[in-house]
């Protein structure tokens, strides 16, 4: 199989593409090392199932009952690594260690 002067230019071209893709996931990768930022473990925490009509902090009130409900809600985001408290119905969440009394 013979490439073409264009075919080579092509290849040329998409292993540069993927070499600066892996260049950049790995200097954003030290980058957040750097900055203290860790990937949290969820290693046995417990966890919830966000249903239909659930906030963040009607989910923080049900796991922590009479604790601040902000800084649960912050910690939740910590833990799963949220940006946003925007949660969809079926996404699993990981809460603070407790028991957890969540309406069926």
């Known amino acids: ?3 073409t002067r264009r075919g080579r230019a092509v290849l040329v071209f998409v292993v540069a593409v993927l ?9 954003r990768a030290v980058s957040l090392a750097a900055d203290g930022v860790v990937v949290p473990s969820h290693a046995g925490l417990p966890w919830v ?3 239909q009509g659930d906030t963040l902090w009607s989910i923080a ?3 922590s009952p009479g604790d601040d409900a902000d800084t649960v809600v912050r910690e939740i985001m910590r ?4 940006s946003s408290s925007l949660i969809h119905t079926g996404t699993r969440l990981y ?4 028991e957890i ?4």
Request: no cysteine.
């Open 1 to 3: 199989m013979r490439l």
């Open 19 to 27: 070499a600066l893709g892996v260049l950049w996931l790995g200097t």
């Open 49 to 51: 199932v966000v249903g």
């Open 61 to 63: 009130d049900a796991v």
């Open 79 to 82: 833990i799963n690594g949220l």
């Open 95 to 98: 809460v603070p260690g407790g």
């Open 101 to 104: 009394r969540l309406a069926e």
